[in-house]
């Protein structure tokens, strides 16, 4: 038998296992998987996550088996623990999210000088494909929640539709031409800490601004996309953005810093209610659920769908050649989280 | 060559074909107390209402309970297991509307069954593969529950009535009936 004929049949065999997210898989054998284990200090046992409804753990060998079928290198493997951390971070992904009628996907940010280390993408086609360790990490993941905590479409995993990119969006911070601080120094790590933040995304939306200078009018086309009725499911219908480095520097000349751009955005972001009950939208339950029917008749009332900057993550990534970014909508909560990459921050 | 590729899955769990889950006190409905553990997912505490009404009216119950679970897609905490086992002779648990409600409320039928407190568990009928998923992870494949068309949520009141009255023979017959 040829070599190519036995990889063909080792990736077959992983099909008929159920194992695969619909494309070929690296079959992981224990030479290789040893290799993941020997770029961390954790033992293979440990448990690294719990899904409690379900009943199932994921330990450090189930992470490193699953991250070589996804075709990361062994070094990715710090990087895949601590962007599991962080998407287990998320209180969505913990309780019920992979099995939500909403089907989201994670967004994992990456930061510090593991983004050049491992040659992570930050910049053009930040959402990919194109770059093994933003494909593999994010790819990872996905293979965990569906082999290690066994949820699987149509069985525990319910998505109506699910999302394009569903377990692919992994994205580095654009740092070098970002004028703020990244996402991680918000979150509390020092300047050269690598680390991985997540969030659970129920999609994301593009705004293509290039015709102003204004950055009143760019932040208001940034306002009306984030607040669009489709998306107001609850009270409140929280949103995170990844700015395109051309609209970042743009607001960051006119002055505004970021936390700026997060309070302009909570306070214009939002819609009258006539907007909202003709979406059939403007009633609200006692626990937050809209609903048609809405006895207030103030259709002028401007309802505001974010209440807190602290919950709008901001992030730079992409390439300087159009002013273009994209509108990612959160599924639960941001966790405001940064995981150190080796652990160490 | 299989053999010497690694299983991501942890290994599969053996199930029970059929394991006893059910309590074997099935309930008297004349005079029972019974608790209605909705999940705050929309109309569920209506649906679950309109049922109590129609046990009090109809067979006898001497009162219902209504309890809320806040977090629809996680189990039943445990302190709110022991009190409904300590106030209500049976719970009813819904409506599983959405993938992991629908779960979870059957792993909650599972469990209070387990603790010698017969329960109705409601889903609707887009769910049922996610939740008899649940149940074979609960050691209890084949777990009987109430299944109602799907949607809920977006019924008015009255359509929701008439939901609970189509679903009421049903839940009896759980509640009452052993296996």
Redesign the interface.
Known sequence: MTQPE?AQ??IE??YE?D?TDGLPVV????PL?DKFLAQTERAPEEVIGRI??????C?VE?AA??AA?AGCKPEYFPVVLAAFEAVMADRAAR???W???SGPAPLIVVNGPVRAELGFNSAGGAFGPGFRPNATVARAIG?IVR??F?IRP??????TQGLPGRWSICLAENEEESPWEPLSVECGLGEDVSAVSATLLRTCEYVDNRHTQDPEQVLADIADTMARTGAVIFREAPSGLVLGPEHAQMLAKAGFSKADVKAWLVEHVGRRRGDLRRAGKSGL?E?G?R?ADDPAADDEAFERFMSSPAQLPVVVAGARNAAMSMVVRVFGLWSGKAVPVGGKA | MPEAILDPTGGLRAVSEGAAVLTPNRLRLAGATIGLLSNTKQNAALFLDELGKLLVERHGVAAVTPTVKTVFALPVPEDQLAQLKETCDAVITGVGDCGSCSASAVADGVAFERHGVPAAVICSDAFVVTADAMAELRDAKGYHYATTAHPVAVLNPDEVRKRAEEVLPEVVSILTTAS
Do not use: F, K
């Not at chain 1, 079959?27 to 224990?30: K, T, V």
């Open positions: 036995a049949e080792a065999y992983c296992q194992w079959p992981a054998s224990r998987v409690e409804q379900v009943g199932r753990d330990t189930l088996i699953n079928m309780g019920g999210g099995q939500s009628t293979l082999n290690a066994g149509h069985v525990l995993e319910q998505a339950t626990n659920v609903h």
